[in-house]
Every structure is written in C-alpha cells, then in structure tokens.
C-alpha cells in the first residue's frame, strides 16, 4: 500500500520560514516522481514544484522559484518543500502527490496525472 504521510506546516509570520516533509511509503523514487501542490481557499489547487529525486531534475512554478526549494532525502524516503520569506498569498493547504517517472516534466502541474496524494496541511501566514 503506497502511503504519503505529510508533516510541518502550521502558522508563521510574513518573512517567516517552513519545511513541509512528505514521507513516502510503498513506492521508490526510482519508479516515481513527487510534488508539491497547494490549495488557497476559494482557489483551483496549484502546482508549487515537482521532483525526481532519482535524477535530482526539480521544476517550479515561476512565481515560487525563488522562495520555495524542493529537495529529496532518499535514505528516507522523504521529499522536503523548503519555504523562506513567506507571504500571507501563500497560505493554503499544501500536497504532496506521486507519479510514475515514465511522465518526467510532462503535464507536472495536472492533478489527474497524480496518482497518490498526501493527506494536506495547513500553513497559515500572517503579516
């Protein structure tokens, strides 16, 4: 059973700083790719970035590239989004997402291409 179990998040000032961890449990990166997408309220869910930790090939939304840093630790089968100089337009709820690596970059940002989801967490930014 392929599980994503996600952790961090919470709420942190503007300019603050977070690291969100997806735990992958029941896939290998060598097989799948992850991302992370987020969900503000009354928004259409967002692709944020997508990595194979397999090759260490990342993708970003351009307006997070430089803020935002995906990043994999394959000892844990974990996959890590790093989120500096927060803003309160970034609070949403976050998602970690697997898909088959056979896709690479195609599509990233297309939730039907996913086929496992972590279970969301909040990160709430207040100025």
């Known amino acids: 059973e392929v599980q994503l179990v996600q952790s961090g998040g919470g709420a942190v000032q503007a300019g603050g700083s977070l690291r969100l961890s997806c735990a992958a449990s029941g896939l290998t990166f060598d097989d799948y790719n992850i991302a992370w997408f987020r969900q503000a309220p009354g928004k259409e869910r967002e692709g944020v970035a997508l990595i194979s930790v397999s090759d260490e090939t990342t993708y970003y939304i351009d307006s997070l590239k430089d803020r935002f840093t995906i990043f994999g630790e394959r000892a844990k089968n974990t996959v890590y989004l790093q989120m500096n100089n927060l803003k309160p337009e970034d609070t949403a709820i976050y998602y970690c997402?697997?898909?088959?690596?056979?896709?690479?970059?195609?599509?990233?940002?297309?939730?039907?291409?996913?086929?496992?989801w972590g279970q969301g967490t909040q990160v709430t930014v207040s100025l």
């Open positions: 997402a697997a898909r088959t690596r056979n896709l690479g970059s195609s599509w990233w940002s297309r939730l039907s291409t996913y086929n496992f």
